[in-house]
């Protein structure tokens, strides 16, 4: 039988910087605990050291860069425990550490024992012949990764980041985040972040199952590949049954009964680890499906290991039942199609990039993954990609994609730097990380795509790689990882960077594979998201656009003598003041800020001369704007086109300026409601092709969409304007072009005057609405508004004889209201969900104001 009992909770801990004696002194049994504070695991030093009073948060102000020094020390955790019988006896015993971050020294009853160096897979040390009876000390003395890595060159992998020289993070397998990003500060984490158990077993114990679908074409039937890794802990082999017994819903066509199979398989297992392969048949399988094409019905899968009758071990797990490939297919303007399959239909994906929920990445639990999942799916969105300079997504949060519909797009975590891959002891710490991560993850139908790296390949091309050491870990990528992976889970499709273009094109060619589209923010676009509209990228799954934080949300980190625009707290939690020479292709922070050329563009405005509280609206404003155009460009170009994935959904900690669309706090940002309305299933966009506006009416869902369609051009100050409808049906699943206007007219009406709108109705309803401008909004002719609310039911309606930009009820971003930040058109109401019982909203702001 295998058994464990839990090691978690309260432990004690101290930290050293080596110069009064060896580290290992201090996991010795006779050790003056007086100095020891109490910490917790699972759990990180820093959130310790905030317990105990001895460092102050620092994810506020400047208190990071004041808690340098934790990074820099050894800290030795102990405690004491006293195993049960049961695992005395036992033919095995383990201590297992489900993540040690990151160099780490493990003592039991004062001896040296094991020691690990990668936080991405588990630590597992046998201490049969150690355990004692009666009480025993358990000892980790660990370290960030900085003492390990000290004596390794950095120059020769990452030529653009002097930092590097310092930390040397592309040597440490943890997250690289941690060692500084434009939007996250340095802040390398150190501790035990994942559980610590006692582990025994008599006979045999399964380690992980790998479990994944096969679909037929027709999908008629799947079959359900299981392969059970397991250990014989005994030095002969044994005799075993190893089982899978499946349940669920069945398909729709089957009745929708309950639906359950297994499989049973007798094997010899020889001593030590091996791998037993059963397949479980599903006839009529209930299929799950990404938003919004269906449903997401999930089986229960157990895994079961029999040893003379009896079982031994088990383990559990959800699955679902899908296929997934890519549609690499020419494309007929040259180049190749980018679309992503799910059941044979293609998918176009919605979402942004997910960073780590926070940068003390032990301080997030599953009710922040929850909330943050939640205000994903409110937002339209049916993917996430998880960036490569992060952490491996949990269960949790893969259990609440698999529930929701959310894919996902997951990178393996390496990014923009070379990797020593060469380095044999390096090379077989990956293969372990790959290998257990596949196993792992493997039952998950939310997780379609396994991708190499996080812009590696870019770097190859044009980041100075050539100056140093030549692609050292371009087998990495390109023949170690895809190897691992067919071997693991074929089921999935394996890219090798993020970007790539195949048959050697640049790896961001907008031709060909997946794109990053930094041209606008950080490149030759810099300011100018109007750019995006010509973008004809196959995949964009990483482009975006900076907006400050909330009034509430800069008042609760900034301190009280710092809420200011520039001061020193609001540039160390600034996104763009805080990077580098940009890789890219800008000039990094030594120019202007992003955010100033934004306003001057735009606005004609400084920054410096506005109130805090004005500021961080128009900036969320033009965020809002900048995200609406990327999305609004691609969604019309499916399947042309088959994603918009922006940079970057969730934030690691509170920022002044950041990428995302709900910030550190779970506030929404200014541009959450219009990114929302942009991924809506049905959406109407204009768009301009040569001296035609042409209106394109987009159908994400498996059904037709009938109503009315009304577009024109409407004057901002309400005067004469061109008003056409027609009755249109929008295709499941499909783009299509529902009418088209005259540029001309428009312009001989000013741009400065008059916006081109097109808006969907259904049942005497304005359902869906959009615009296109061709002026930058100082130049705009601005009238003030007199904004109207009247109740209809459940529905506030809100009405203007005037254009309004930006009618705002909740800038702070707390209220979870149904819609917020939209335009009213001239004569053309908006109504949002608002409960009966409530007092009727107010606008609180508008874009007009700042202008008038």
């Not at 990668?118 to 150690?130: A, G, K, L, M, S």
């Not at 199609?337 to 032990?362: Q, S």
């Not at 120019?591 to 004005?614: Q, V």
Request: charged content about 25%; proline content about 7%; glycine content about 6%.
């Amino acid at each position: 039988m295998f058994a464990k009992e839990s090691l978690n909770g309260t432990w004690k801990l101290r930290g050293t910087d080596g110069r009064r004696g060896e580290v290992a002194t201090y996991c010795l049994p006779d050790v003056d605990e007086r100095p020891f504070i109490e910490a917790q695991v699972p759990g990180e030093v820093h959130l310790d050291l905030m317990r105990a009073g001895r460092i102050e948060d620092p994810r506020v102000g400047v208190n990071a860069l004041a808690a340098r020094w934790v990074e820099e020390q050894f800290w030795i955790y102990r405690r004491t425990f006293t195993p049960s019988s049961e695992a005395l006896e036992a033919a095995r015993v383990w201590l297992v550490f489900e993540a040690l971050d990151l160099v780490a020294e493990i003592y039991l009853n004062g001896e040296r024992i094991g020691g690990h160096a990668n936080v991405f897979y588990p630590c597992r040390i046998d201490v049969t012949e150690h355990l004692q009876e009666g009480e025993n000390l358990l000892s980790v003395a660990i370290e960030a990764g900085l003492y390990a890595a000290a004596e390794r060159t950095a120059g020769d992998y990452d030529p653009r980041h002097p930092d590097s020289l310092l930390h040397k993070r592309m040597w440490l397998r943890k997250p690289q985040f941690q060692f500084g990003w434009d939007w996250n500060p340095r802040l390398v984490n150190v501790g035990i972040p994942g559980s610590v158990t006692l582990e025994w077993a008599e006979t045999a114990r399964i380690d992980q199952v790998t479990v994944y679908p096969e679909l037929a074409e027709d999908h008629s039937h799947a079959t359900l590949h299981v392969r059970m890794h397991v250990e014989n802990v005994l030095d002969e082999a044994i005799e075993a049954v190893v089982s899978v017994q499946l349940s669920g819903p069945a398909a729709p066509e089957a009745g929708g009964a309950e639906a359950a199979a297994e499989s049973e398989v007798s094997v010899t297992l020889p001593p030590g680890a091996s791998t037993q392969t059963l397949a479980v048949e599903i006839d009529e399988p209930a299929l799950w499906w990404p938003l919004p094409h269906g449903d997401q019905p999930l089986y229960d899968v157990e895994a079961r290991l029999d040893v003379d009758g009896a079982t031994v071990d088990s383990q559990q797990c959800r699955t679902g039942i899908r296929s997934v490939t890519i549609d690499r297919s020419p494309h007929d303007d040259g180049g190749e199609h980018f679309t992503l399959h799910v059941n044979g239909v293609p998918i176009f994906c919605k979402g942004g990039n997910w960073v780590p929920a926070d940068m003390l990445m032990a301080a997030v639990d599953r009710d922040r993954y929850q909330r943050l999942i939640d205000e994903a799916v409110q937002a339209n969105f049916n993917m996430l990609r998880i960036w490569g300079g992060g952490l491996y997504v949990d269960h949790d949060l893969l259990e609440l994609c698999d529930e929701t519909g959310i894919m996902v797009w997951h990178d393996f975590i390496f990014a923009c730097a070379q990797y020593p891959s060469g380095d044999p002891e390096f090379l077989r710490s990956v293969r372990a990380e790959v290998t257990h991560v596949a196993r792992e993850l493997s039952p998950h139908p939310s997780l379609v795509v396994w991708c190499g790296n996080n812009e590696i390949e870019w770097g190859a091309w044009d980041w100075m790689y050539d100056t140093v050491r030549a692609h050292p870990d371009y087998a990495l990528y390109h023949m170690e990882i895809p190897r691992i992976m067919g071997n693991e889970d074929p089921s999935r499709p394996y890219w090798p960077s993020s970007p790539y273009s195949p048959d050697n094109l640049h790896p961001n060619d907008p031709t060909a594979g997946d794109q990053h589209p930094w041209h606008v923010s950080l490149g030759e676009s810099r300011e100018n998201f109007w750019a995006y509209r010509d973008d004809v990228s196959r995949f964009p799954n990483e482009g975006g656009a900076l907006g400050a934080s909330s009034i509430a949300t800069l008042e609760q980190f900034l301190p009280e003598d710092e809420r200011r625009y520039l001061s020193a707290s609001w540039e160390y939690h600034d996104n763009e003041l805080a990077s580098g020479p940009n890789p890219r292709g800008s000039e990094g922070p030594g120019r202007k800020s992003i955010n100033e050329e934004w306003f001057r563009t735009w606005y004609g405005l400084d920054p410096a001369d506005l109130s805090l509280k004005d500021y961080a609206f128009l900036s969320g404003v033009l965020q809002a704007e900048a995200l609406v155009e990327y999305v609004n460009n691609f969604r019309r170009r499916m399947f042309s086109t088959a994603s918009a994935i922006f940079w970057m959904y969730n934030d690691s900690w509170p920022v002044t300026h950041g990428w995302t669309i709900v910030d550190y706090y779970l506030r929404r940002k200014l541009a959450y409601h219009p990114v929302r309305r942009a991924f809506d299933p049905i959406q109407i966009i204009p768009s301009i092709n040569g001296d035609r506006v042409c209106i394109y009416g987009v159908n994400d869902t498996m059904e037709p969409w009938e109503g009315e369609l009304v577009y024109g051009y409407a004057c901002f100050d309400g005067g004469e304007s061109r008003r056409e409808s027609r009755r249109v049906t929008l295709p499941p699943n499909s783009s299509r072009v529902c009418c088209r206007l005259p540029v001309s007219e428009w312009e001989a009406m000013s741009y400065r005057r008059a916006a081109v709108y097109a808006t969907l109705w259904q049942d005497g309803r304005c359902v869906r609405q959009n615009r296109l401008l061709r002026v930058p909004y100082k130049r705009f002719h601005w009238v003030e508004p007199e904004i109207r609310v009247s109740r209809e039911g459940d529905r506030a309606v809100f009405a203007s004889d005037v254009f309004v930009w930006a009618a705002c009820i909740d800038p702070i971003g707390e209220s979870k209201i149904a819609d917020d930040v939209f335009d009213l058109l001239p004569g053309i109401p908006w109504s949002v969900p608002w409960p009966e019982d409530q007092e009727l909203p107010t606008i609180t702001e508008t874009g007009n104001r700042h202008f008038l």
